[in-house]
């Protein structure tokens, strides 16, 4: 059972910066696609980004693409998410995901509990 747990949110002013970190346990994480996903009040949750556990390959969603970068750091089993030039938009809460079936694969199976960024004028 993998568990993981988010953190590095919080609020900032549109323009600003945050960074997001997700910490797996359970399981060694570094050939599992890892992803990001958010989720604003009344809206469906939204892909943001991941990070394929074969090459490493990113892709984001076009929202945030140019702005987010995503990383891992395979010796602490933790995956980031770096959000620059936020906007009002980008609003929600940040959930971290990862896949159920290693290597390339990006079958989300086990989900974090969320981290709340909000943006601020």
């Known amino acids: 059972q993998v568990q993981l747990v988010e953190s590095g949110g919080g609020m900032v002013q549109a323009g600003g910066s945050l960074r997001l970190s997700c910490a797996a346990s359970?399981?060694?994480?570094?050939?599992?696609?890892m992803g990001w996903f958010r989720q604003a009040p009344g809206k469906e949750r939204e892909f943001i980004a991941l990070?394929?556990?074969?090459?490493?390959?990113?892709n984001y969603a076009d929202s945030v693409k140019g702005r987010f970068t995503i990383s891992r750091d395979d010796a602490k089993n933790t995956v980031y998410l770096q959000m620059n030039s936020l906007k009002l938009e980008d609003t929600a809460v940040y959930l971290c995901a990862a896949a159920g079936t290693p290597g390339w694969r990006a079958d989300f199976r086990s989900w974090g509990q969320g981290t709340q960024v909000t943006v601020s004028s």
């Open positions: 359970g399981r060694t994480m570094a050939s599992y696609t």
């Open positions: 990070i394929r556990g074969n090459d490493r390959s990113t």
